[in-house]
């Protein structure tokens, strides 16, 4: 039984002209070279696969060959036709060009050119993929291709013309194949859906038509696949996505609310689920990437043609209509490039799925930016004096205190405060004895608080991917030479960091941080009892701080310093920044700016007014 089955790509191959869905140009073309007898010596047919280029080469041969050609509707039952319909290379002869490549390969054909038809009228040739050809299987083509004996014709067809001899191009009539429309596709599916008693919703052959890509006989193969579930029930989009490994609409519309919603937690939750489904990294980035790409054409695009350019039926449209109003034409374009960004990453990466985390949690603080209106207001704003609303970039302020009692300098704090820093910059710029010491090269901390060892400890880690994890789904609650305690609220990633090399490189950034190869490094989920573990670390970092300021000898030539009475004097720094003794070189200069300076010279382009 399965020995007589014939696939429905080959069943349904059409056989006239007429019933050759769509390449609408190329068939008036041809028939009106068939019934004006004008009939060319060379073609090259030329365009995606599946198209329909060898099947127009086949009916193109029947029409010349029939007993009844050269016509339009050739019989179909005469010993030319079925030869052509059952492959029987007697008068048209079918080459592969990939495996028959070679300059003796063509010269076996051409010996074969002088030999009369013996059915028909004409020998015809169909070469197909020919840009496999070598360039000496050219040159040998290219005289007889030029000046073949009369009752030849030679047929070309390629899925790559660039490839082609500009020689050989220039000696053929030329047609280009076109990419079938979805619309086409659809209805020529139900048409054998309906023929073969194929249950099926119209939904999952969109879903086909959309995933071909304009490809007629990869949609028809899809749904000859996807017949064998068509006997007790409907075949749904569901069922599609299911044999092509794709991820349905509504589980990639979750995790884009996700993602638009700047909520990285629920996003990785989202995608801990995909991802034990069996759904590789790449094909999660790639499906994620077409959803954005459709959400950008729906919201630029025409209502009439929104279900034609992104495959989406009126539900789907109705639900990613709703995300449009959420999300800026430029904000989308950047997911998108990010989307990309991360794709070439998998690629590449030994760890895949690391780096498929690491994208959505970037992707997930990235809807948040700024709009770019709202850019643009605020430079406006900057550029006039006003004052300007504060966003989710932080407006940098400069606290004038009353004078001190004691100096900064002898209030020796792990950490210095933004006033204490400032003077202490100021008078290093203003003292010509002062050299600038520039700063160890391992990556120590300046404080014994938990937040201040945290930062510390982010900043030995090597990987980039495993710093950014931790920083976005890690919460420190013990950081000491002894031991240090972080926790996860998923057991994915504790296990990740436990069990993995991961755990390897916190114990490498703890070995840097404290001198220590013996720290214990403990990864876990949340505790109730965590706040009072942070809370006494921090408890005693204050008490340490205390002990260093009160041993501290007072200097009386200092400045003095005392509590302010009054709220501190907040002044709003411009686009230009003003600084009483601008620095006389690089190293100075990159020394005294503070990190908000940085960031209005960074992002408003500002300059210092010496």
Request: aromatic share 6%; proline share 5%.
């Amino acid at each position: 039984m399965s020995g007589n089955y014939i696939p429905l790509y080959r069943k349904y191959r059409p056989q006239t002209l007429d019933t050759l869905v769509g390449q609408e140009h190329i068939k008036k073309t041809l028939t009106s070279a068939i019934e004006l007898g004008k009939i060319s010596h060379a073609f090259l047919f030329t365009g995606p696969r599946g198209t329909g280029k060898t099947s127009t080469a086949r009916i193109l041969a029947k029409s010349l060959n029939c007993i009844n050609g050269p016509t339009l509707h050739p019989c179909g039952e005469c010993e030319s036709c079925k030869d052509i319909t059952n492959s029987i290379p007697i008068d048209v002869i079918e080459i592969d060009a990939a495996s028959n490549r070679k300059v003796e390969d063509t010269q076996n054909i051409l010996e074969k050119i002088q030999y009369v038809p013996v059915h028909g009228k004409y020998k015809i040739y169909i070469i197909d993929e020919v840009h496999m050809l070598t360039n000496h299987a050219f040159n040998a083509l290219l005289k007889t291709l030029e000046e073949p004996p009369e009752n030849v014709i030679f047929i070309l067809a390629t899925t790559e013309v660039h490839k082609v001899l500009d020689t050989i191009k220039s000696r053929c009539q030329r047609f280009d194949f076109r990419r079938i429309t979805t619309e086409d596709i659809v209805k020529h599916l139900r048409y054998i859906s309906d023929q073969e008693k194929i249950k099926i919703t119209d939904d999952a052959l969109f879903t086909i038509a959309k995933n071909s890509a304009g490809g007629m006989r990869d949609s028809i193969s899809l749904l000859d696949q996807l017949s064998l579930l068509g006997v007790t029930k409907d075949i749904t989009s569901d069922d599609v996505n299911a044999i092509l490994g794709r991820i349905s609409f509504d589980t990639l519309h979750k995790l884009s609310e996700k993602i638009i919603a700047s909520q990285p937690n629920e996003a990785i939750e989202i995608l801990n689920d995909i991802y034990n489904s069996g759904n590789e990294p790449l094909q999660i980035l790639t499906n994620l990437s077409e959803y954005f790409k459709n959400l950008l054409i729906v919201k630029n695009c025409k209502k009439d043609l929104l279900t034609e350019l992104t495959g989406l039926n009126e539900p789907q449209l109705e639900e990613i209509s709703k995300q449009k109003e959420l999300l800026e034409t430029q904000q989308i374009v950047f997911l998108l490039e990010r989307i990309t960004y991360y794709i070439k990453e998998v690629k590449m990466a030994a760890n895949q799925h690391l780096w498929l985390e690491v994208g959505i949690i970037d992707l997930s603080n990235m809807a948040e930016n700024t709009t770019l209106l709202d850019l643009q207001n605020r430079i406006k704003a900057l550029e006039s004096g006003a004052p300007v609303e504060p966003r989710s970039i932080p407006r940098p302020v400069v606290q004038t205190p009353k004078p001190a009692v004691r100096t900064i300098e002898q209030v020796k704090a792990p950490q210095k405060t933004e006033v204490q820093s400032a003077k202490s910059e100021t008078k290093s710029a203003t003292n010509d004895e002062d050299t600038f010491t520039p700063p160890p090269m391992s990556k120590k901390s300046d404080g014994t608080d938990i937040v201040s060892l945290w930062e510390a400890l982010l900043a030995n880690i090597n990987s980039v991917p495993a710093r950014a994890l931790l920083k976005q789904m890690g919460t420190p609650v013990k950081i000491t030479k002894e031991e240090i305690i972080i926790t996860f609220k998923t057991e994915n990633f504790v296990a990740q960091y436990s069990n993995t090399n991961k755990k390897d490189l916190l114990i490498e950034a703890a070995k840097v941080l404290f001198n220590n190869a013996d720290t214990k490094i403990v990864v876990r989920l949340p505790l109730g009892s965590d706040s009072k573990l942070q809370a006494e670390q921090n408890a005693a970092s204050s008490e340490e701080k205390k002990k260093i300021v009160n041993t501290e000898p007072a200097n009386e030539q200092d400045e003095e310093y005392t509590e302010p009475d009054t709220e501190p004097v907040v002044k709003e720094i411009k686009y230009e920044v003003k600084k009483s003794a601008p620095p006389t070189d690089e190293a100075s200069k990159q020394h005294l700016e503070s990190d908000q300076e940085k960031m209005v010279l960074e992002l408003f382009d500002g300059k210092y007014i010496e």
